[in-house]
Every structure is written in C-alpha cells, then in structure tokens.
C-alpha cells in the first residue's frame, strides 16, 4: 500500500508534465528562470513537508518563484504580504459583524490550512511576534493551529506548506528571525541571476531585444559593484525590467533607466548623479 508521501510524491508533475496538461496550463504557469538548484529543492521540501525560507533582497525572483512552484505543484497560493501591523489574528481571522449577526471569518493562514494551499509569509521579518508565534505550531510536527477565538483546532492537510520570505539584508528591518523559528525551515538563497540569466529574464519580461536588455544589466553589474555608493539596497532585476519597459513603451532609454533605475535608488543627490553618469556612458 502506497503511503500519503509517496502518492502525494508522484502527484507532483514536471514541468515537461504541465506543458503537456495543454495550452491552458502553460498559458497560466509565471516564467521562472532557474538559477541554480531551487526548483528541485521546493519540490522535495513540498513533498518531505518541510517548511520553506527563501531569503534574498528585494526583486530578485522570490515571488515569481513561488507563483511558478505553485502552478507547478498543483495548490492555490494564498501570499501575506506582512508589515509591521500584521498579528495573529490578521492572519487567523476574527469575528465580524453581519447585518446583526457575529459571524467568524477565516484569516489567510486559517484559508490555507483548511484548503491545502501553499501560504507564502513575504517579509515575515516584519509582522509582530505574535503572529510569528502563530506558524510555529505549523512548522514542527504538529502542523496544526489553535483559533483560541473560537476554540477550533485545525490539522493541516498533507497538501498545506509554509513558504516565509526574509529579507537579512534589510536595514530598516533589525529584527531578526529568532533562531527557534529558523530552525524550523529549509533555506534557499536568492541572488541577483548571473548576466547571461538576466539578459533572459529582461528580455522576456519587459519585451525587449536582447542588445537593449544586455545593456541594461551591464549598467546593474557596474552599479552592485560600486560599494561605495552604500545604497540601502543595489539594482534588482525589477528595476531593469521596469527600465526595459519604460524603452519599450517609447521613453528614450537614458531618461527610462534614470527614471527607473538611479531615481529608485536612492535620495541623495549625489549618489544620483553618480548613478546618472554611469547610465549615460552605457546606454
Ligand atoms: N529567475 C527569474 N525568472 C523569471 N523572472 C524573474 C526572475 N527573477 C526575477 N524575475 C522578474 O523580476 C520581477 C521581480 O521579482 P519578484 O519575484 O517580485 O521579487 P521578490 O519577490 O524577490 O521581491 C518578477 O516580477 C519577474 O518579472
Ligand atoms: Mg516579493
């Protein structure tokens, strides 16, 4: 007799597999550009339900990684995006008041758990301690919740899992994850993809032609290396998109990727101008 994990093991196609579900499918599954091994390891971590961190800086695929995953597994995605006002009860639901009447409604933790989604926490840094208190009885071996509200615990499904994203190189975000809740997850690193990567995901993303999205990333290589810009946080790939998009649409490209690379960036003006000069000798 097959175990949960091994059915639930073969139910996860490839994405040969999702293609060949037909044109609809394919039609729906995000472009995601692999980068190294992430894809493999969210697949095993889904099927070994082993919870998920993936850490990086802003704009570098973590979102759109995840959308891909969860067309590809097969489970609706349910994202929270967290700041610092998000509690455990945002996340679990509350009562709320209908035509007279009190009624319970489920948070999106509470809709996660119920259905067999795949929740993604983005930013969890950021939500207050007690809502991060709420996926620690998710992510050991009880995999379940408490609504002390209303005195319902609930199983998660063999189908649930936890993705939470975390930004370490977040300045305005001291906070850090405490350990006992780290320890609970698998880790994927995500970086800015390497130039060849990148060309691709410019290009493709904002419908641009190779030259100009090859242009775009030289003028982001040169900008993370310059260190002594000591920007909160270097060029993402969103940031060039939105660039390529800008010159796709009709923008002359220097005034696109001052407008949507070396303003963005940062206030001072002369890191701008510094940003701006080495815009106008690349592209
Ligand atoms: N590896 C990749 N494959 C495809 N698109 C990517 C990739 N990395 C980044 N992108 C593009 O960059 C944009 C920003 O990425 P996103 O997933 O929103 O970043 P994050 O969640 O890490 O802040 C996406 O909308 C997508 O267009
Ligand atoms: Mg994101």
Redesign the pocket.
């Given at each position: 007799m097959k175990t949960n994990q091994t059915m639930l093991a073969e139910s996860v196609p490839s994405l040969d597999q999702v293609r060949e579900n037909g044109s609809d499918a394919s039609a729906k599954i995000a472009?995601?550009?692999?980068?190294g091994n992430e894809v493999d390891l969210c697949i095993h971590a889904y099927r070994s339900r082993i919870p998920l961190m993936l850490k990086?800086p802003?704009?570098?695929?973590?979102?759109?990684?995840m959308e891909h995953m969860a067309r590809r597994i097969g489970r609706e995605l349910i994202t929270v995006s967290c700041n610092e006002d998000t509690s455990a009860t945002d996340l679990l639901g509350r009562h709320l008041i209908r035509g007279g009447d009190t009624v319970w409604t489920d948070g999106p933790v509470t809709r996660a758990v119920r259905t067999g989604a795949i929740l993604y926490l983005d930013e969890i840094a950021e939500a207050r301690a007690d809502a991060i208190v709420v996926i620690h009885s998710l992510t050991d071996h009880r995999r379940e919740i408490f609504l002390d509200r209303t005195g319902e615990s609930i199983q998660a499904s063999d189908d649930f899992m936890v993705v939470i994203?975390y930004n370490p190189g977040y300045q305005r975000s001291l906070r850090e994850l405490k350990p006992s809740t780290r320890q609970r997850f698998a880790s994927i690193t995500?970086g800015y993809?390497n130039e060849r990567?990148e060309i691709r995901?410019v290009a493709h993303?904002a419908e641009i032609d190779a030259a100009t999205a090859k242009k775009l990333v030289g003028i982001a290589t040169k900008i993370r290396q310059l260190t002594e810009l000591s920007l909160l946080e270097s060029v993402?790939?969103?940031l060039l998109?939105a660039a390529g998009k800008l010159i796709a649409s009709g923008i002359p490209p220097r005034a696109a990727c001052i407008a949507a690379i070396a303003e963005p960036l940062d206030d001072e003006a002369e890191t701008i101008a510094a940003i701006r000069q080495l815009i106008e000798i690349s592209i």
């Open positions: 472009f995601y550009l692999p980068t990086g802003t704009g570098c695929g973590k979102t759109r990684f994203s995500f993809p990567e995901i993303e993402s790939t969103r998109i």
